[in-house]
């Protein structure tokens, strides 16, 4: 079973740039796909941003196209969210998820969950 532990959330301000680390840890790592999800107050989550651990073939949501980037390192076993020209509306709590899925990483069916971090984003 994969375990993951998020960090890197904080306070910013608009136009300020952020990147959030998800540390994994499992034997088939090889074999999940990752990804970003945030959750703002009141609304649902959110799919932001997923890769694929065997090829690095990523996708982002179109809301944060341009803006933010996935990446991974596989030799420390973490997936990284960059988070450039942050605006107010980025405000959430953002989660690291795995699943085996390709397909499944990119709604909230994901197997694995972070514990999440707090990114706040001041205007």
């Known amino acids: 079973q994969v375990q993951l532990v998020e960090s890197g959330g904080g306070l910013v301000q608009a136009g300020d740039s952020l990147r959030l680390s998800c540390a994994a840890s499992g034997r088939t790592l090889s074999r999940y796909h990752m990804g970003w999800f945030r959750q703002a107050p009141g609304k649902g989550r959110e799919f932001v941003a997923a890769?694929?651990?065997?090829?690095?073939?990523?996708a982002h949501a179109d809301s944060v196209k341009g803006r933010f980037t996935i990446s991974k390192d596989n030799a420390k076993s973490t997936v990284y969210l960059q988070m450039n020209d942050l605006r107010p509306e980025d405000t959430a709590v953002y989660y690291c998820?795995?699943?085996?899925?390709?397909?499944?990483?990119?709604?909230?069916?994901?197997?694995?969950w972070g514990q999440g971090t707090q990114v706040t984003v001041s205007s």
């Open positions: 890769i694929r651990w065997s090829d690095g073939n990523t």
């Open positions: 998820a795995a699943d085996l899925s390709r397909l499944v990483i990119v709604t909230t069916r994901a197997a694995v």
